[in-house]
């Protein structure tokens, strides 16, 4: 079983206005990111996150299909050999901005502390 988080979680407001994304997603989310403090990667199961919710398994990985197709976070899976039983898994919070968020408030933020910066630059 994965380690308790941490304190707290951060929910960039990207992810949090995102319409795309299915009931309790976005504090799966802030859950990840707390999780992903200690190592820079998660690596609780679906079973933790369907206990600490109290929903399913399905509805776990429901969420998290669709936090990675809106490209908030990556998962990388190792499975046992020779089977499709799965080893272990990371998750990761997906940084880098795509077509779909660069217009959000946090990215205009962002652009203009770098763009502010002698020793950063941003290049199209």
């Not at 990985?61 to 499709?84: A, C, G, H, M």
């Not at 080893?87 to 217009?103: D, F």
């Not at 408030?105 to 020793?119: E, R």
Request: include cysteine; proline fraction near 4%.
């Amino acid at each position: 079983m994965a380690e308790a988080p941490s304190y707290y979680a951060i929910i960039p407001a990207n992810v949090r206005y995102d319409q795309n994304l299915p009931g309790k997603a976005i504090l799966l989310y802030g859950e990840i990111t707390a999780l992903c403090n200690q190592k820079g990667f998660c690596w609780a199961s679906d079973d933790y996150f369907a206990k600490l919710y109290g929903v399913t398994k399905m509805t776990v990985q429901n969420w998290l299909k669709s936090l990675e197709r809106e490209n908030y976070i990556s998962r990388e899976v190792t499975y046992k050999k020779d089977t499709k039983e799965i080893e272990h898994r990371l998750i990761r919070i997906e940084m880098t901005p795509t077509k779909k968020n660069l217009g959000t408030p946090t990215q205009k933020n962002f652009t203009s502390i770098v763009k502010s910066s002698a020793t950063l630059r941003i290049y199209s």
